[in-house]
């Protein structure tokens, strides 16, 4: 009962870890998502890289191509990070490469210039002997002159021995390795003197071909980062005018309110004045209605006629 639950329980769970890996899940690769994980593409040649350390899985790709139709997940930023590393490494390769090869050929060069040095010394020692040896011979010591011309024939056999090995160490190794080159694309040896299937075999082959892919794809992921976010940027830039906007409208509407309750106190304030200034202008009225009552007072005094008619309209 036990081992059957146990058995059940790890189908279960493995079956289960396969679920619960989603494709936004942090050890996912990017990369393989995008379809252009180096491990993948470099996979059966000279340069397999072996396992990707993140999780590849065609089913996980498919997630991520139905759920990118409907929302921008932005995994070209990590795929871009990944090729542009691994490029890199590449890259250095290739200088490391061209550097050894030069260092070699510099070697090869310095061993060559070397052997001609020592063709170019003996030469110069059998001049010399000849020089010693005519001397000799003109002061009449003729003994000593054929000793010296039998060393001469000596140095003779050493300069031929020299001439050989300088001869047979030019083609040999210094003229092959002169003639090869790295291949800036993917790091590998190109010899000149390749023929034309072994070029032909190199240039059309999967490591060459592979490198040309993952270089297209960095560019082409480059270049769709920036446009990504440009076109971010200017939604963003976009929102805040609006947001600014309608900030303003708000503060406008909130001013205009404001002036509106400002302007209604004003006019309260205004017609509170005003009614002041009629008060005045009433009491002003009120003390020339008495002056002119003093007047007509005093007048119908003089003129006691009009004085009823006058009392009469005040009382009125
Ligand atoms: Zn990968
Ligand atoms: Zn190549």
Redesign the pocket.
Known sequence: MQSFSLVVFCTVSGDETRQRVKFTDERVCKSHLLNCCPHDILSGTRMDLGECTKIHDLALRADYEIASKERDLFFELDAVDHLESFIADCDRRTELAKKRLAETQEEISAEVAAKAEKVHELNEEIGKLLAKAEQLGAEGNVDEAQKVLQEVEKVRTRKKDAEEEYRNSMPASSFQQQKLRV?E??S?YLGLHDNDRRLAD?FGGKL?LG?IQIREKLDQLKKTVVDKQEKRNQERLKRREEREKEERMRKRTRSRSREHRRSRSRDRRRKRSRSSSRDKRRTRSRSRERRRRHRSRSRSRSRGHRHSHEQSSRHK
């Open positions: 291949c694309v993917c590998a190199h060459h490198f």
